[in-house]
Every structure is written in C-alpha cells, then in structure tokens.
Nanobody, 120 residues
Framework: QVQLVESGGGLVQAGGSLRLSCAASGIIFNLNTMGWYRQAPGKQRELVASIRSRGSTNYADSVKGRFTISKDNAKNTVYLQMNTLKPEDTAVYYC??????????????WGQGTLVTVSS
C-alpha cells in the first residue's frame, strides 16, 4: 500500500530556509520519478521539482536556483531544500510520483502535505 508522509513545513521569514522531507512507502524509487508539488490558496497544484530514478533533476522556473530536490533510495525519502524563500512560496507542499500516483482509475493518491508560510 502506497503512503506519502510529508514533514518539515513551518513559518519562516522571507529570505529564510526550510527543508522538507517525504517518507514514501510502497513506491520503488529506482523505478519512479519523484516530485514535490505545491498548492497555494486559490490556485491549482503545481509541480515545482522532480528527480528521476537515476538522479537527474528538473525545477519550475519560479524556484530554479533556490530549491534543491534530493532523495535517499535506501530510506525511500525525498527532500526539498528551500532557500531564499519568498512570500509567494507560501503553499501546502506535497510529494508524489511524477505523474501522481493513482489510487485507482479515477483518483490520485496524495498525502496530507506540509504547510509552508513565508512572511514578508
């Protein structure tokens, strides 16, 4: 059974840093691309960073140069190091496969997410 548990969010001032973690059980990291997504109030969920099975990474333009995604295959854990945070980074952050893991044909599976709030 697939389970995604995000942690590490919190309140931080603009310019600060946070490190998010995601423990993913039931997913074989060596066979899947993992990603960090975020959803800001009133906006759609967006993919901000992804890491392929062999370790290559991609970032949304809005976070490029500030965020770093990494993973520990042995621990089935994905990380997101976020530096130079901006108020517009405020959102609930989720990890998932890319594309998102499907619970069934009609539904995606998501964890509870972790809230990041950046104050100006």
């Amino acid at each position: 059974q697939v389970q995604l548990v995000e942690s590490g969010g919190g309140l931080v001032q603009a310019g600060g840093s946070l490190r998010l973690s995601c423990a993913a059980s039931g997913i074989i990291f060596n066979l899947n691309t993992m990603g960090w997504y975020r959803q800001a109030p009133g906006k759609q969920r967006e993919l901000v960073a992804s890491i392929r099975s062999r370790g290559s990474t991609n970032y949304a333009d809005s976070v490029k140069g500030r965020f770093t995604i990494s993973k520990d295959n042995a621990k089935n854990t994905v990380y997101l190091q976020m530096n130079t945070l901006k108020p517009e980074d405020t959102a609930v952050y989720y990890c998932n496969t890319d594309p998102p893991w499907r619970r069934d044909r009609d539904r995606e599976l998501w964890g509870q997410g972790t809230l990041v709030t950046v104050s100006s």
